[in-house]
């Protein structure tokens, strides 16, 4: 089995505090993503990344930062957190595009900024 | 325009009703197509996919695709208590995976 693995379920920062999502997949997969999901708003994409070293901004990447220096790993950076950016991330990685491709999502990592 | 729009909910069914659900995407190119159930407090788990136009049945779940309308469903027939959940569309382009804000399905025993 696929396995995507958050390093926090819950989290609690400080405003301003700089804060560290780390993402681990064991499937070799190219692929990887990081959204947050917050009510009503369903699941909105941050970052993703096709290769090592290579990001992409998704949808709303203000504010956020990435780095993929290992196929598994995919880091999420909160350079200076805010309480806007209390909400559920989730991390999820893909294998090579293709018509039949599934995500795997991790755990997800409840943030609280206080 | 957002990538991927679904029908606003909450959808309230009956026990053994039918639940639709409704998608639709704005990039034309896009390639491949899933929904997703999410239960409260857990991550989203992959229900169906789907890429040709028409439809695809997998157990009481149908999806349906038409590329030229930008339009992609979900029926579930035979509603259980046990399918209430937030149902999530996602569409995949290049790789790119974006997904709509989700539809909230209740089904009444």
């Known amino acids: 089995d696929v396995k995507v693995t958050q390093s926090s379920r819950y989290l609690v920062k400080r405003t301003g505090e700089k804060v560290f999502l780390e993402c681990v997949q064991d499937?070799?997969?190219?692929?990887m993503f990081w959204y947050r999901q917050d009510p009503g708003l369903g699941l909105r994409l941050i970052y993703f990344?096709?290769?090592?070293?290579?990001?992409e901004k998704g949808d709303i990447p203000e504010g956020y930062s990435v780095s993929r220096e290992k196929k598994e790993r995919f880091s999420l950076i909160l350079e200076s957190a805010s309480t806007n950016q209390t909400s559920m991330y989730l991390c999820a990685s893909i294998p090579p595009a293709g018509p039949n491709t599934e995500a795997f999502f991790g755990q997800g990592t409840r943030l609280t900024v206080v | 325009q957002k990538e991927v729009e679904q029908n606003s909910g909450p959808l309230s069914v009956p026990e053994g009703a039918i639940a639709s659900l409704n998608c639709t995407y704005s990039d034309r190119g896009s390639q491949s197509f899933f929904w997703y159930r999410q239960y409260s407090g857990k991550s989203p788990e992959l229900i169906m996919f789907i890429y040709s136009n028409g439809d695809k049945e997998d157990g009481r779940f149908t999806a349906q695709l038409n590329k030229a309308s930008q339009y992609v469903s979900l029926l579930i027939r035979d509603s259980q208590p046990s399918d209430s959940a937030t149902y999530l569309c996602a569409v995949l382009n290049d790789y790119k995976l974006s997904f709509g804000a989700g539809t909230t399905v209740t089904v009444r025993a």
């Open positions: 499937m070799d997969h190219e692929n």
């Open positions: 990344s096709y290769d090592v070293k290579m990001k």
